[in-house]
């Protein structure tokens, strides 16, 4: 099996890991696949290799089994080219006006989107033009509204600002947001300078892989 031949249910490999993987869709570009600890994440074609017979035999069996595949409503191209436009917008901004803090953003951007998936319009959005706080914010999509909601806020400069809407907040991680009830009382909040959150973004990376534990994004779009 080369690279052009993966297909739902292999296991493959993290080309730049190593880390093993279990295909649960595939697209022209993007695969998404399903972690040993039962995380999903979504990665470029070229960057998984096939795994080796000893790797697939020792590890088939200890993948999470799939559960019922969720579909949520297909998101418009206009709001998808918007999307990107904004956070184009918004990341050539930042790298001009804080160029040491930039780097720092674009990878706990890419690690927020391998936990929520990278759809734009969808698992994820900007705040409209013309916003006090311009900046990227996650969503989930809730079955029972048929509705895509904003939960958590992503504000960057020289210093960190993360803002989670209190109802998605896993009571748990909740010394995580000391500022309590901000953007009129919906929201908990921390603030700190760059090293400090360099320090402590697994937890935060940790606590967004609960929320969508506990609410997952539909699989299909």
Not at 94 to 99: D, E, R, S, V
Not at 133 to 141: D, I, Q
Not at 170 to 190: D, S
Request: hydrophobic residues 35%; charged residues 25%; positive net charge.
């Amino acid at each position: 099996m080369n690279n052009s031949d993966l297909a739902e249910g292999d296991i493959v490999k993290n080309r730049s890991s190593g880390e093993l993987l279990k295909i649960t869709n595939v697209g022209a570009r993007h695969i998404k696949v399903v972690k040993l600890d039962g995380m999903f994440a979504e990665y470029q074609r070229e960057f998984l290799i096939p795994a080796s017979e000893e790797d697939i035999n020792n590890t088939k069996d200890k993948f999470p089994k799939p559960s019922l595949r969720l579909h949520g409503p297909a998101v418009k191209t206009a709001d998808v080219q918007e999307t990107i436009a904004m956070f184009s917008s918004y990341s050539e901004e930042l790298k001009a006006k804080y160029p040491k803090s930039h780097p720092a953003f674009l990878e706990f951007w890419a690690d927020l989107l391998s936990i929520a998936g990278n759809h734009p319009g969808g698992s994820w959005a900007m705040r409209k033009a013309g916003s006090k706080h311009n900046c990227p914010v996650l969503k989930t999509y809730n079955t029972k509204t048929g509705r895509w909601n904003q939960f958590f806020y992503v504000l960057w400069w020289n210093k960190v600002r993360l803002e989670i809407a209190k109802g998605y907040l896993p009571p748990e991680f909740e010394p995580l947001f000391p500022e309590k009830a901000t953007m009129y009382g919906t929201c908990h909040a921390v603030e700190m300078a760059l090293p400090e959150f360099q320090s402590k973004k697994q937890d935060y990376l940790n606590c967004l892989k609960e929320v969508y534990r506990r609410y997952p994004n539909p699989s299909g779009f």
